[in-house]
């Protein structure tokens, strides 16, 4: 079965450090991976995907992923992390092929200390 | 555009009351997908249309709920009957068919069933 994990419900860290917040997949073929961030009482924004290509994703707000395959996470960061990054992140996927349906990962409260 | 519109944006109903929830995709998007979200299950995809049509609910969580899309601007989630464990938040989200398939979540309806 096709899955994605996080593994952290909750990521504390210090403004201006560095954040990662970890994501593994288990997609079948080619996986399309996405990022998505919700701030309270909104739905989730689109922050960065990988489709193919260049391993090292860019996307809004500063925020880049790593894709690595044979370790199949796809996890997302940030050199220096800014008190308005505090939301809940959601790590989704799905394979390139067959049903266009996402999988999400369960979500982590990324808390930025000031 | 005005993204992803969903409405009403809260929705108090009683027990047994059915619940019409709606949403207007953005323009030319070929998917529809409905999610629900609570603290207990994260979110769940609940079912998705490809160009009017229900590709999958399997999602849906038992008969009382059903959707519609009589057209490629508007959709419905109907509760019928409500009861308080279908209290959540409901997102809608629309997607390309092509390019670079990430999905535009509308803001949520928050439904509570008293």
């Known amino acids: 079965a096709q899955s994605v994990a996080q593994p952290e419900d909750q990521v504390n860290v210090a403004e201006g450090n560095p954040l990662t917040v970890k994501c593994t997949y288990s997609?079948?073929?080619?996986?399309?991976l996405f990022w998505y961030v919700q701030y309270p009482n909104r739905g989730l924004q689109f922050l960065l995907k990988y489709i193919t290509g260049d391993n090292l994703v860019k996307g809004s707000y500063g925020f880049e992923a790593e894709f690595n395959k044979s370790q199949t996470s796809f996890h997302l960061k940030k050199p220096s992390a800014l008190v308005s990054d505090s939301a809940l992140y959601f790590c989704a996927g799905r394979d390139s092929g067959g049903t266009y349906k996402y999988i999400f990962g369960t979500g982590t409260r990324l808390k930025v200390l000031a | 555009d005005a993204g992803v519109i969903q409405s009403p944006r809260h929705e108090v109903t009683e027990m047994g009351q059915e619940v019409t929830l709606r949403c207007k995709p953005i323009?030319?998007?070929?998917?529809l997908f409905w999610y629900r979200q609570t603290m207990m299950r994260g979110l769940e995809l609940l079912i998705y249309?490809?160009?009017?049509?229900?590709?999958?609910d399997s999602g849906m969580p038992e008969d009382r709920f059903s959707a519609k899309m009589p057209n490629a601007s508007f959709s419905t989630l109907k509760i019928q009957p409500s009861e308080p464990r279908d209290s959540a938040v409901y997102f809608c989200a629309s997607s390309l068919i092509m390019g670079s398939n990430e999905q535009f979540f509308g803001p949520g309806t928050r439904l509570t069933v008293l």
């Open positions: 249309f490809n160009n009017n049509v229900p590709i999958d």
């Open positions: 997609v079948s073929g080619n996986p399309y």
């Open positions: 323009s030319g998007h070929d998917y």
